[in-house]
């Protein structure tokens, strides 16, 4: 039997990273390569030199503590970030990073071995809130993402660039990434669904597919009181059956299909004036990524012709496409057969949120493990999750990296 972890010391630490860039009242402020994010950063460094980890630096900042293994080969590689949006939570990042460490404490105060070494990370910059894109670090320590493009990269609204931060942060290394043996990430869900169902684990099967579009469409501008209906060309209405058409193409295609007008803005907005532009932007998603092209074209297809029908023109950009990213089935099986042995209430899962493990999951047997978010609040200073959930995705965590390293219990 894998060693328990021990959660006091686990929360422990998860309150000591949760002090550095703490926010009055709650919640943490650790802005990617920002003061604060250094300190986090050097309390990590700190810790992990505690529990004996070489600690290695790469050129985009990312961090990870390698313990040797009988083998010198690639190790399983635990991992998440420690960065966080303004208005952050504790648990955010900072628990797949820190779950990784009491894994290492564990087996280190076992005295448990393993054939294969094992790897903790943090990488840089994974929300993305301060420098776009976002899973930055992850993205380039996988050759996703080019490192020269990245260290350019200039803070959305600001001056400073990720290279200069870096150096001046004392981050900006040279150790030289790698492909490991597997990737595990623990993560809080982020979102409802385990909490409403009772579960405490969740198994990630995959990481959903995302398109982003935004939709211009431009009539006339006219008086509300002397233009007759059927001489209208009114932008705000075909906007509006836009928006309507893109609830309904989601309605119809059902989970995990989900569609989002976020941003939605008439001109020139006035009460007695019929508008002549309307700006929107569609989010929609889906883990089956024909699906997900066809749900798009669709509904392009219907704002085309309603935008047609009415008399206006229509302009589509599209501002992001990320196919969905899929887990590796034997080692989703070996998170949800872990779970079930210690008897933990658990479900099989798509992740709606992006995480550094869809960086990995080309290139190495990947899996991520969810444990239930109080509310499913996350990127919120209310953030939470209950302790005994923390602990169970923690040693669910360490049961499967046994498994995977060897471990000569
Ligand atoms: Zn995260």
New binding site residues.
């Given amino acids: 039997m894998t060693p328990d972890i021990s959660l006091p010391r686990l929360m422990e630490s998860l309150r000591s990273l949760g002090q550095v860039g703490a926010l009055d009242g709650g919640g943490v402020c650790r802005l990617a390569l920002t003061d604060a994010d250094k300190a986090g950063r050097d309390w990590l460094v700190a810790r992990m030199e505690g529990l004996g980890l070489t600690v290695h630096i790469d050129a985009i900042g990312n961090i990870w503590g390698i313990r040797a293994g009988h083998s010198d080969t690639a190790p399983v590689m635990m991992g ?2 420690i960065d966080t949006v303004a208005t952050g939570g504790l648990y ?2 900072a628990l ?1 990073v820190l779950a990784g460490l009491e894994v290492i404490a564990t087996l280190n105060a076992a005295g448990v071995e393993t054939d294969l070494p094992l790897a903790v990370a943090a990488f840089t910059n ?2 993305g809130a301060r420098f776009a894109p976002d899973m930055m670090g992850s993205g380039v320590h996988q050759g996703a993402l080019d490192l020269s493009e990245m260290l350019a990269t200039r803070a959305t609204g600001g001056t400073a660039v990720v290279g200069e931060e870096l150096a001046r942060i004392g981050y900006a290394g040279t150790a030289v990434p790698f492909t490991p043996a597997a990737y595990l990430e623990l ?2 869900e ?1 979102g409802p669904v385990l909490e409403v169902e009772g579960l405490r684990i969740g198994a990630v099967t995959s990481v959903q597919g995302i398109h982003w579009t935004e939709v211009t469409v431009t009539g006339q501008t006219n008086h509300a009181g002397t233009t007759p209906m059927a001489l209208r060309r009114d932008a705000g209405q075909v906007g509006f059956a836009i928006a309507r058409a893109a609830d309904a193409i989601a309605a119809r295609l059902g989970p995990p299909q989900v569609a989002t007008v976020g941003v939605f803005e008439l001109s020139p907005g006035l009460v007695n004036v019929v508008p002549g532009t309307a700006r929107l932007t569609v989010d929609m998603r889906n883990t089956d990524g024909d699906v997900l092209d066809a749900a798009t074209e669709e509904l392009l297809a219907e704002a085309q012709a309603l935008a047609q029908a009415a008399g206006c023109t229509i302009d589509i950009r599209p501002l992001a496409r990320f196919a969905p990213v899929v887990f590796d089935a034997g080692l989703v099986d070996k998170v949800a057969r872990a779970a079930e042995a210690r008897q933990l209430p658990t479900r099989r899962m798509p992740s709606g ?1 992006g ?2 493990a869809q960086m990995f999951a080309p290139n190495c047997p990947t899996a991520m493990i969810f444990i239930p978010s109080a509310g499913g609040l996350s990127h919120n200073i209310n953030e939470h999750s209950d302790e005994d959930d923390i602990g169970a995705g923690a040693q669910v965590l360490c049961d499967v990296v046994c498994d995977l390293a060897g471990a000569q219990i």
Avoid: K, V
């Fill in positions: 998440s970030h955010d990042g797949g994974e929300e993560h809080i982020q949120a995480h550094d």
